[in-house]
């Protein structure tokens, strides 16, 4: 069975501080993907990242940065100098490498104030 | 581009009414589609997945139903609502093969009150 948890319920951070949003997974696939979804007020799901197991080069996109340690089954998530639009819910999720499932985390909800 | 549109929004349906939310995706062929339901301050819980036209599987055993009449409709029904199916219905869709593991891409969801 996959599981992913997401620890951290709820952050609040004043902007331009740098924060970190962690995600552990159990899977017993060799093989898996691990995904990030930011989830704004509005409802809709946006998809950020895709990252294979085999691949544990941590990403950087702008302000965003993920770090994948296969040694401890994370794939953590830090936003550099946060803004108020960085503010939503975001989820970890798990698939495995032969079919397309998502197992979400129960989200971490952050909150980024002036 | 590809867009994916879920009506009605937001829907208020007392105890033991039917309901059809439904879902198309713009933009792209043979899609598969998905079905996700988000409990209130839950994470998101697939229901049902459609890698074709009449294809459905489903992930949990409950009131609703999936059906996909065309390539790129994908609906979900209920012939009788219960309380505990309140909640925000996402649908998504994804390309390439079911057997790989490729993103998702979500609609705009539909808020389910059962009242």
């Known amino acids: 069975a996959q599981k992913v948890t997401q620890a951290q319920t709820e952050i609040s951070v004043v902007e331009k501080e740098d924060v970190t949003l962690d995600c552990v997974y159990e899977t017993r696939d060799t093989t898996y993907y691990l995904f990030w979804y930011k989830q704004p007020p509005s409802g809709e799901l946006v998809f950020l990242i895709r990252?294979?197991?085999?691949?544990?080069q941590n990403e950087i996109s702008g302000r965003y940065s993920w770090n994948f340690q296969k040694s401890t089954s994370s794939f953590n998530f830090t936003i550099t100098a946060s803004q108020v639009v960085d503010s939503a819910v975001y989820f970890c999720a798990l698939s495995p490498g032969t079919a397309s499932k998502l197992t979400f985390g129960t989200g971490t909800r952050l909150q980024v104030t002036l | 581009s590809q867009t994916i549109h879920q009506w009605p929004a937001t829907l208020v349906q007392p105890v033991g009414s039917p309901l059809s939310l439904e879902c198309t995706v713009e933009?792209?062929?043979?899609?598969?589609l998905y079905w996700y339901r988000q409990a209130a301050g839950r994470g998101l819980q697939l229901l049902f997945y459609s890698v074709g036209i009449g294809q459905i599987s489903s992930e949990v055993p409950q009131n609703l139903s999936a059906s996909r009449p065309q390539d790129r409709q994908f609906i979900l029904s209920s012939k009788k609502l219960l309380l505990s199916d309140s909640g925000f219905y996402l649908c998504?869709?994804?390309?390439?093969?079911?057997?790989?593991?490729?993103?998702?891409?979500f609609g705009p969801g539909t808020r389910l009150t059962v009242t």
């Open positions: 990252r294979n197991s085999f691949d544990e």
């Open positions: 933009g792209t062929s043979n899609p598969n």
């Open positions: 998504a869709w994804s390309v390439g093969s079911y057997l790989s593991s490729y993103e998702q891409y």
